[in-house]
């Protein structure tokens, strides 16, 4: 059986215009197709492309030419509406700067994303306190991002882009504001998700220290691809136990790959079921 990737990127362009005759050629017709499962790094030097790369694949900005496309459908189909759900729910986002809400405390954060899916307060709260404990952090339920270590709040973060379970998780320099044992943490954590929970997981990072983790190395330079390296053997790392709860608590069966079964329908009615104003809250949360 063929395998259908889980995106896709097609000939993929960006440009930015910065004046009349002044443009900056952020990405050329890049081509790529991530699969199920992947742990893929997107690995280069400042200013190569890589974050406008992603996000462009997390539908935070259109292409100037070129297609995603996700689970056999392009985003530039896609409504407004649908596409800040699939912002929403389909992708769980991680920065550099964990862009925690300062006055919410630490379960608050994780449950937000969740707060315009029509999931009761209980039950939210009962889905943020198991992410919690899957990140390791379940003693500090009530605490605030400011009276946590940075590797802790980035951890949060972590927990709240799982909270949807979503097909893919998307970090941009996770560890760039973390000191190397924090870091190493985090990494621990994504790799775990990864390799224990089987989420996509795509990951930028200029550290190459990291690259003997992940699957594929995806070497970008001047706005291409310039080679895309397999991981024979991923090196062994001593994993986060605590990230094998995470498939208890998604919803009994995996959602994910219910819907890699009948990908489009499932898709858009998912879609097509959000009301106006939950993408209204969506964007105060951007
Ligand atoms: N919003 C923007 N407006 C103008 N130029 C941009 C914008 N975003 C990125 N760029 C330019 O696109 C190129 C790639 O940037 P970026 O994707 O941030 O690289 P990386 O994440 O690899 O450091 C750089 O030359 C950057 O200056
Ligand atoms: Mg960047």
């Given at each position: 059986m063929a395998k259908t990737p889980v995106i896709k990127a097609v000939n993929l362009s960006k440009t930015f215009k910065l004046s009349k005759?002044?443009?900056?050629?952020?990405?050329?017709?890049?081509?790529?197709?991530?699969?199920?499962?992947e742990l893929i790094c997107f690995f280069g030097p400042s200013g190569c492309g890589k974050s406008t790369l992603l996000s462009m694949l997390a539908g935070l900005q259109p292409p100037t030419s070129g297609e995603v496309i996700v689970r056999g459908k392009n985003l530039a189909t896609l409504k407004k509406k649908e596409l800040a759900e699939y912002r929403r729910?389909?992708?769980?986002?991680?920065?550099?700067?964990?862009n925690l809400i300062i006055s919410m405390n630490v379960l608050e954060n994780i449950a937000l994303p969740m707060a315009?899916?029509?999931?009761?307060?209980?039950?939210?709260?009962?889905?943020?306190?198991?992410?919690?404990?899957?990140?390791?952090?379940?003693?500090?339920?009530k605490s605030v991002p400011a009276n946590l270590s940075g590797g802790q709040q980035q951890r949060v973060a972590i927990a709240r882009s799982l909270i949807n379970n979503p097909w893919i998780i998307m970090a941009d320099e996770?560890?760039?504001?973390?000191?190397?044992?924090?870091?190493?943490d985090v990494m621990k954590l994504l790799i775990s998700l990864s390799r224990k929970s089987k989420r996509t997981v795509i990951l930028i990072t200029h550290n190459p220290d990291y690259l003997q983790y992940v699957d594929r190395i995806f070497r970008m330079k001047d706005g291409r691809i310039d080679k895309i390296e397999v991981n024979a053997k991923t090196a062994k790392v001593e994993l986060v136990d605590s990230v094998s709860k995470l498939d208890k608590i998604q919803d009994s069966k995996d959602e994910s790959d219910e819907i890699e079964e009948k990908s489009?329908?499932?898709?858009?009615?998912?879609?097509?079921?959000?009301?106006?104003?939950?993408?209204?809250?969506?964007?105060?949360?951007?």
């Open positions: 005759d002044n443009e900056v050629i952020a990405l050329h017709s890049v081509n790529f197709e991530i699969y199920s499962g729910s389909k992708i769980g986002m991680v920065f550099q700067q964990f315009f899916g029509g999931m009761n307060r209980k039950r939210r709260m009962q889905r943020a306190e198991h992410l919690l404990e899957v990140v390791d952090l379940g003693d500090k339920k996770p560890t760039g504001n973390l000191d190397s044992k924090s870091a190493d489009e329908p499932a898709f858009t009615s998912a879609i097509s079921e959000i009301e106006e104003d939950k993408e209204e809250l969506t964007k105060v949360k951007e």
